[in-house]
């Protein structure tokens, strides 16, 4: 498996995304014959991480169900986001996934529904995941409004530590301790994370 995590510092970030990307392709294909992927090109890599924030998968398919056994496929992914301080934060993983069906798992934490709600900072940096990020809409709004504000907040930007302290503060006060902890790691992450992308 290969795994990178990198950021701009303030520079060009695509030669090196390319780079990284066409490495991954090569670990997740090693060995295969079938079910091999294709990456992107240094073009195509540059336009994408010209957006503020994404994500971009690609795998080499799945099998019918009546394959009758697990396949192993080839899988790359690319996640990026752009911090208050205009830095590009990327991570590039090439592994590989088995599948019984035309659905492949993507190589990222969670689900695909999951990627479709949280923000791409936490696939970058799945240490920011903590609590607030894994509860659904309807989860959500079943909190009460002064939670669920410091909730969405967290939610949109991952990396902001004090609305996240601020969450763990009140999870502890309303006896959740469990998921303040989980907060509270998330925060601490967070604004190590900023320390070093400012001193940089």
């Known amino acids: 498996m290969f795994d990178i995590t990198f950021s701009s510092g303030g520079g060009p970030i695509g030669a090196p995304a390319s780079a990284h990307l066409d490495r991954a392709v090569s670990e997740a294909n090693r060995g295969l014959r079938a079910r091999t992927v294709a990456g992107l090109s240094a073009r195509q890599v540059a336009e994408k991480l010209q957006t503020p924030s994404g994500v971009w ?25 752009t911090d208050a301080n205009g830095v590009r934060h990327v991570r590039v993983i090439g592994t590989r996934k088995q599948t019984q069906s035309a659905h492949v798992p993507t190589v990222f934490e969670g689900t695909r529904s999951q990627h479709a709600i949280r923000h791409p900072a936490v696939l970058v940096y799945p240490k920011l995941i903590g609590w607030a990020v894994n509860l659904t809409k ?54 190590r994370l900023v320390h070093a992308t400012r001193s940089a």
Not at 141 to 156: N, Y
Request: glycine residues 10%; charged residues 25%.
């Open 57 to 81: 998968e690609k795998d080499g398919g799945g099998v019918a169900s009546s394959y009758g056994y697990a396949a192993n496929v080839a899988a790359v992914g690319m996640a990026w986001f």
């Open 138 to 191: 309807a989860e959500v709004a079943k909190k009460s409004l002064h939670l669920r504000g410091l909730i969405e907040t967290c939610r949109e930007n991952p990396l902001d530590s004090l609305s996240r302290s601020a969450l763990a503060d009140l999870l502890t006060e309303g006896g959740n301790t469990s998921a303040a902890k989980l907060e509270r790691a998330a925060a601490e992450f967070a604004d």
